[in-house]
């Protein structure tokens, strides 16, 4: 009787996660019938476009354009600098955090967390004010310095750092390792998994942003993938086959990221699931 209820309950789980597992790729496949139709229309229902004519030439159409080299290129080099960045800035602020004994670390901290609960879309005039002050408009620096440290990877790193052994940090302090041979050889080494997951937190983060890109850059030399895109929506109708074509090639990094990383990815949530 036990393992018929076990049974049952095993099916009835598998039974949501096949549901579940459809409701999350029928988005995707949706917009890769769309990237392959030729002139879809916007009202089209997931049938008709199946009934359709298939092409590639949407897909042509947009490696060509010079327009979308330039996108894909802002975009895979300001995601890797905020990525790398954050990586590195997050893990020597958050060890500040975990180990160092210094005057207002408490307010210091508290003022960290106050900011994650900050919505971006406060602080969007201020930051504006600010890049439009140090002449950053059309420039790298205001599309990755602002973004270089977040609240949310110092929190993340200050979190993992504090499970970590102090046994291996103070037998480098009697062999005469300074804090930066510290970091170097004992804390980037032990936080390798969390660091790929906030890499790819902050890559995939940074790739998908819209509002600040947009802000930042009126020139379309700067454009970002996701600002770019936008481009291919008029005012009077949206050209489907393309937009979603661009959209399916500007996915393509993030997943072979993803695909490549995934299990350091799995390995840094069991950690610090396991260290909470």
Known sequence: MVTTLKGKASLFAHAILVVGAITMFFPLVWMIVLSLSDNPPGDATFMELLRGTFTLSNYTDALKSDQFGIYFFN??????????????????????FARREFRLKGLM???VLGVLMVPPHVVMIPLYREVVTFGWINTYMALTLPFIVTPFGIFLMRQY?????????????????????ILREVIFPLT????????IYQFLTTWN?????????????MRTLPVGLTFYQGKQSIDWGHLM???????????????????????GFTAGALKG
Request: hydrophobic share 60%; proline share 4%.
């Open 192 to 199: 390798t998994p969390m660091l790929v997951v906030l890499f």
């Open 75 to 96: 975009s895979v080099l300001v995601s890797t600098i905020v990525a790398i960045g954050s990586a590195l800035f997050s893990t020597t602020v958050g060890y500040a």
């Open 109 to 111: 901290f508290a003022s």
């Open 209 to 221: 942003a819209f509002l600040f890109p947009f802000l930042f850059v009126n020139k379309a030399g």
């Open 245 to 267: 074509a661009g959209a399916g090639m500007s996915a393509i990094p993030v997943l072979i990221l993803f695909a490549a990383f995934q299990r350091k990815i799995i390995a």
């Open 161 to 181: 750092i504090e499970g970590l052994p102090k046994e291996l940090e103070e037998a480098a302090r009697i062999d005469g390792a300074k804090t930066i041979g």
